[in-house]
């Protein structure tokens, strides 16, 4: 796939003059989108205590209040794409930010773990229309010389809010109710559509694409019902249950229409031609099985930190902040390293790297020294910075500028789904090795409720007394394995990410200077 030649003086001066404040309050609206889920990491744990402490969610209830909000956001991202370039990228990010703040309001108030799904589903489709529109937006105040600067440093973005989030839902936990790590957003969301209406252009595509409805709905049911049959099966240890199957299959069968319908239509939601690139195929991939992996783990490693290790919110927040920190500072400079090495090489290299760090998760025990997983994070993070800045440069400059909508939904929305397939998957594996180490210590008539988290667990002894000290050990023991389970079936799929971009990224560029040396060598 060939871009078209861009004139060098597309951008009026007086938005060139003022790209970085434009930058800086695109970040700000990613800041709350990305921030949204690195707090509710840390909050997960409260919010699975009974009332009026948390809400009493079970796993499979958590793994919703995650995945309403990613599914919601992935099955309409690239819809809210079309609409920025139809409308104009600025209103739909204004109006996708004013939908997320009602929804964090909302979500702060919900009084059952149905409400919180329910609101969570608001708040995604709010950030569905704000995530593709800050990056088209970037793509049209930059020229494309600066434009891989500006993606790193809109990617190191993503390693702030991750590094704040967790360290911000610490402290509302330790002063406030669980409600104030959704409330914390309206703040935010008034500062940003202020900075917003003053200072970003409004830009669009010429030639818009038509919505399609039939496509988005397709997606959406396609994607809910995979999702529930997979963590319905993690909920009863029983992938074989007729209805886990059946879910399963539908989901895949809807998905699969989807797919065929993409094909046949003149105005696709997603236009499956460009998938025809390897290239852009094996970005995109690339992009969504760092998150399956990474969005799993999180989802486990709070757990191990809060509930097996005894550590705070706050302290988990603090825990995860060299897995932020890495990515704030690798991902602006990302591009250094492909500069020298290729895309091929950085990126396979973060994608070993994150196996390797994943793998290293089975090695952690109860009384394992935590600067080890401090190292963990930090190199995790680390990987992470490399596979981001290259796969979305790649992406992005793959399709014309007046596409940018569309390329930046696409991303997202391999990016959303891979995360919340991650959750489900990865969660669900998690729930069934638990429930499968810890049944046996249960009594008969509280298996079932006791035996699907190791919070269930915890909760159930304590309702015990003193004789429920002695399932505190199976417990943390059932989870440790569980959780050894999980990480390497993460770096399995990192693995698998890292075969397809050493098979399909590109290599090195040679550098002007090179490429003349190389034509000169081949005259003589």
């Not at 014309?400 to 569309?406: C, D, H, I, N, Q």
Request: glycine share 12%.
């Amino acid at each position: 796939m060939t871009t078209p030649a861009v004139p060098a003086t597309r951008i009026p001066e007086a938005v060139h003059r003022r790209r970085w404040a434009i930058l800086g309050v695109l970040m700000l609206s990613l800041l709350i989108v990305v921030l949204d889920n690195s707090i509710l990491n840390v909050a997960i744990k409260t919010i699975s205590t009974p009332a009026p402490t948390g809400l009493g969610a079970t796993q499979s209830e958590l793994e919703w209040a995650i995945n309403a909000y990613t599914l919601v956001f992935a099955g309409l991202l690239f819809s809210a794409g079309l609409l920025g370039d139809r409308l104009g990228r600025k209103k739909v990010l204004l109006g996708g930010l004013f939908v997320f703040g009602v929804g964090s309001a909302l979500a702060a108030s919900s009084g059952t773990p149905v409400e919180l799904i329910s609101f969570r589903a608001v708040m995604g489709l709010g950030a569905a229309f704000v995530m593709p529109a800050t990056l088209a937006v970037l793509m049209n105040v930059f020229e494309r010389d600066e434009q891989p600067k500006a993606i790193g440093i809109w990617a190191g973005g993503v390693g702030l809010a991750i590094a704040i989030g967790p360290i911000t839902g610490g402290i509302l936990l330790d002063h406030f109710w669980w409600g104030s790590v959704f409330l914390i957003n309206v703040p935010i969301v008034i500062l940003a559509l202020g900075l917003m209406i003053w200072l970003v252009p409004d830009s669009r595509d010429p030639k818009p694409g038509r919505i399609d409805p039939v496509g988005v709905v397709l997606s959406v049911i396609g994607l809910v019902l995979l999702v529930y049959g997979i963590i319905k099966g993690g909920q009863l240890a029983d992938f074989t249950d007729p209805t886990v199957l059946a879910t399963i299959g539908a989901g895949l069968a809807v998905l699969v229409g989807f797919v065929v319908f993409e094909k046949r239509s003149s105005h696709p939601s997603i236009d499956v031609t460009y998938f025809k690139d390897k290239v852009f195929s094996s970005a995109i991939s690339a992009i969504a099985l760092v998150f399956f992996a990474l969005m799993g783990v999180t989802f486990f490693a709070v757990f191990y930190t809060q509930s097996v290790r005894g550590y705070s919110p706050l302290q988990t927040g603090l825990l995860m902040l060299p897995l932020a920190v890495a990515q704030l500072v690798f991902a602006p400079r990302a591009r250094l390293v492909v500069d020298r090495f290729g895309n091929k090489a950085t990126t396979t290299g973060g994608m070993l790297l994150i196996a390797a760090m994943l793998a290293a998760f089975a090695g952690l025990e109860a009384d394992t020294p935590i600067w080890i997983l401090e190292v963990i994070f930090f190199l995790m993070g680390t990987g992470m910075a490399h596979i981001m800045t290259p796969t979305s440069v790649v992406i992005m400059q793959a399709l014309p500028r007046e596409k940018a909508g569309s390329a930046s939904a696409l991303s997202n929305t391999f990016r959303q789904v891979g995360g919340a397939l991650g959750i489900a998957v990865l969660g669900s594996v998690l729930s069934a090795a638990y429930r499968s180490g810890i049944e046996d210590k249960l009594p008969a008539a509280a298996r079932h409720s006791a035996g699907e988290s190791i919070e269930a667990t915890l909760g159930f002894a304590a309702k015990l007394g003193p004789k429920g000290d002695a399932l505190v050990g199976p417990a943390n023991d059932a989870f440790l394995h569980a959780m050894h389970v999980t990480a390497l079936c993460g770096a399995g799929v990192a693995l698998v990410g890292a075969v397809v971009v050493g098979l399909f990224l590109p290599g090195r560029t040679p550098a002007p200077d090179e490429k003349e040396a190389e034509l000169v060598g081949a005259d003589k």
